[in-house]
């Protein structure tokens, strides 16, 4: 079993900086992937950005360029580094983690077991 806790979300203007970090409790944390997901209000769920268990990173097309997954497996840490944002960014941001060992890169929601509460990010124009 494994909790997720993400934290870093707020209010920013456009053109600014953000990062979100994902405290996993657990030891195998090194063999999660792990992803970021992001909600809009009356929208679904969409893929982000995620980073394998041996840190090989994938990205949305609307993001690409402008954030960066990473994971620092002593603590236990993923985190989404998101710069230029846009009004469009504003959504609620989740956290989501599988144990895998796949070359291949997890970019659906159904392939994630593990999901934290999210965070609020809104980007002001």
């Known amino acids: 079993q494994v909790q997720l806790v993400e934290s870093g979300g707020g209010l920013v203007q456009a053109g600014g900086s953000l990062r979100l970090s994902c405290a996993a409790s657990?030891?195998?944390?090194?063999?999660?992937?792990m992803g970021w997901f992001r909600q809009a209000p009356g929208k679904e769920r969409d893929f982000v950005a995620t980073?394998?268990?041996?840190?090989?990173?994938y990205y949305a097309d609307s993001v690409k360029g402008r954030f960066t997954i990473s994971r620092d497996n002593a603590k236990n840490t993923v985190y989404l580094q998101m710069n230029s944002l846009k009004s469009e960014d504003t959504a609620v941001y989740y956290c989501?983690?599988?144990?895998?060992?796949?070359?291949?890169?997890?970019?659906?929601?159904?392939?994630?077991?593990?999901w934290g509460q999210g965070t609020q990010v809104t980007v002001s124009s």
């Open positions: 989501a983690a599988e144990r895998s060992y796949r070359t291949g890169y997890l970019t659906s929601m159904n392939e994630y077991a593990y």
């Open positions: 657990g030891r195998t944390f090194s063999n999660y992937a």
């Open positions: 980073i394998t268990w041996n840190g090989i990173t």
